[in-house]
């Protein structure tokens, strides 16, 4: 069961929660789950855009909203706090996302929020191997050395699976290694998840990260 289903879904009410917050009509829950992902790419895109290259990754691991009738609040949660970190560059952020919006008698706030370990965060190690996947890196010695940062971060286990033309390969085919345990079939198990894509001169590869945060409860 653990491999035909979202491992968050799977999880929600027990150790997972919601990522949006909000109640609406069901005729408008389509224009605000679109509004949703709006936000989302908005911050993405800014951050990509005005972010300077270097060799770590600077990754965004979730953004949370929740809205009220007169108030759209965003928390973002940063691993490595590098560009958001001065007011002006929160302004323009807000001013970015009041455009797409186009948000008039709604009043837009955003948040900020350092993570301690941030490569306890699946979304930020997945961006750490497309990086490696990108410069030419060995698959596998991109997949050993997120393993050794998620160790170090104090996890009970990891799984990393890449599928694609791997190498440049005419067929495509998966590759997967674990280490620790992953208890994707008990509830009660706080797993973290994440699927990313990653553009490489071969062709697109899919990333996908299960991470074993703490013990059931």
Same mark, same amino acid.
Not at 40 to 43: A, G, K, M, S
Not at 65 to 82: A, C, E, H, S, T
Not at 84 to 87: G, R, S
Not at 128 to 140: D, G, H, M, P, Y
């Given at each position: ?16 929660g /919601? /990522? ?10 389509s224009e605000d ?6 936000i &989302?790419?908005? =911050?993405k ?6 972010m300077?290259?270097s060799?770590?990754?600077?990754? !965004?691991?979730?953004?949370q909203?929740?809205?009220? $009738?007169?108030? !759209?609040?965003? !928390? +973002? ?6 560009l958001?970190?001065?007011?002006r &560059? +929160? ?9 797409? *919006?186009?948000?008039v008698? @709604?009043?837009?706030? =955003?948040?900020?929020?350092r +993570?301690?370990?941030?490569? @306890?965060h699946?979304?930020?190690? %997945?961006e750490? =191997? ?9 698959? #596998?010695k %991109?997949m050993?050395?997120?393993?050794? *940062?998620?160790?170090?971060a ?7 699976q890449?599928?694609? #033309?791997i190498?440049?390969?005419? +067929? %495509? &085919?998966v590759?997967?290694? #674990?280490e620790? &345990?992953?208890?994707l079939?008990?509830?009660r198990?706080?797993?973290?998840y994440?699927?990313y894509t ?10 996908? $990260?299960w991470?074993?945060?703490n013990?059931?409860?």
């Open positions: 069961m653990g491999q035909k289903i979202n491992p968050l879904g799977f999880r929600l009410g027990t150790t997972q /919601h /990522h949006s917050l909000w109640f609406t009509q069901p005729k408008n829950y789950l679109q509004e949703d992902q709006q &989302r790419n908005c =911050i895109n800014y951050v990509q855009k005005n300077k290259i060799s770590s990754v600077e990754g !965004i691991a979730c953004i909203i929740q809205k009220r $009738i007169d108030l !759209i609040q965003v !928390i +973002i949660y940063m691993g490595f706090q590098k958001l970190i001065e007011p &560059r +929160i302004e323009e952020l807000q001013m970015n996302v009041k455009k797409k *919006l186009n948000c008698n @709604r009043k837009l706030n =955003i948040a900020i929020t +993570i301690a370990n941030p490569y @306890r699946p979304n930020i190690l %997945a750490f =191997i497309a990086e490696q996947l990108k410069n030419r890196v060995s698959f #596998r %991109a050993k050395k997120a393993i050794e *940062l998620t160790e170090q104090g996890t009970k286990g990891i799984q990393v890449i599928a694609g #033309r190498d440049g390969k005419e +067929i %495509a &085919r590759e997967w290694i #674990r620790g &345990r992953v208890p079939q008990t509830i198990a706080k797993i973290d994440c699927s990653v553009r490489t001169i071969y062709g697109v590869l899919g990333i996908k $990260i991470i074993f945060v013990g059931e409860k």
